[in-house]
């Protein structure tokens, strides 16, 4: 029995193929290269976007990238506060963290969010394993206020990393595995306690203390607009200098997320991004593409 092809099946083959050698070129700048990406936010709460997020991770490590991700898990975090009835508001972009509130974030963190994010990406085989920020010395932290109205105000159990201690991380990857991040940090000033830390902080400061390729901000934006709302002002690459300038005037929301990006490239890191989380495959889509997608800084 023979089989025929036609002219569509041709056409969708040569597509193929020609998506293929597109990407060959960061193919190769980005293979045995580190890249950390913050998994965090909308980008996190739908079972299709979980299921494509591990799906680019897997391909990643597959093409011989070495994937590191950090993650948050605001939606998760907010609505197991909800149930415990905990209060909880946002000043300056950052969550105000009750000691109450610190305990449900290390929870969910590391008993929720890190489990499925493990579990999505090992359906595809024996690669992922989750690290806390507290494990083996990764992270040390220490408390941070906020800037609202030219005031700083008090923001509870929240703090910045200050030190990185990377080998947690470089022992998964020499063993050929994906780590799985949660951001808290052991407060260096108040042994015993442990803090909230901004996944895009933290995923800046451990890609600076990895020497990664690059460090990719999924968040649940287009990027950068440089005066939002006005969609056309949508920024694709954006150098340190002019990035620096603009920060202090972006929404309370958007400062976390690109003051990482410039301490990430400040730091070494020879690229940074923030992209749309929302959408399918963004990773690939910004990796191995030539146009990207989002907002990418440079030095």
Known sequence: MTTTHD?????????????????????QTYRDRIVVIKFGGNAMVTPELQRTFAEDIVFLRTAGVRPVIVHG????????????????????????????AMDVVRMVLTGQVSPAIVNHINEHGPLAAAISGEDAGLFRGRKRGAMVDGEEVDLGLVGDVVG??????????????????SSIAPDID????????????AASALAVALKA?????????????????????LVSTIAVPELRELLPSLQAGMIPK????????????????????????SILLEMFTQKGIGTEVVP
């Open 213 to 233: 390729e690059k460090l990719v901000i999924l968040t649940d934006v287009a990027g950068l607009y440089r005066d939002w709302p006005d969609r056309d002002s």
């Open 7 to 27: 002219s569509d099946d041709f056409a969708l083959a040569a597509e193929k193929a020609a998506t293929l050698i597109d990407a060959l070129p960061w193919l």
């Open 258 to 281: 690109m003051a990482a990006c410039l301490e990430a490239v400040e730091g070494g890191v020879a690229k940074s991004a923030i992209i749309d989380g929302r959408i399918p495959h």
């Open 73 to 100: 898990g605001g939606p998760q975090i907010s609505s197991m506060l909800d149930r415990f009835k905990i209060e909880s508001d946002f000043r300056g972009g950052y969550r105000y963290t009750s000691p109450e």
């Open 190 to 201: 108040t042994p015993g306690q442990s803090l909230n830390v901004n996944a895009d902080s």
């Open 164 to 181: 990185v201690n990377p080998e947690p991380v470089i022992a998964q990857l020499d063993a050929d595995r994906i780590p799985v991040v």
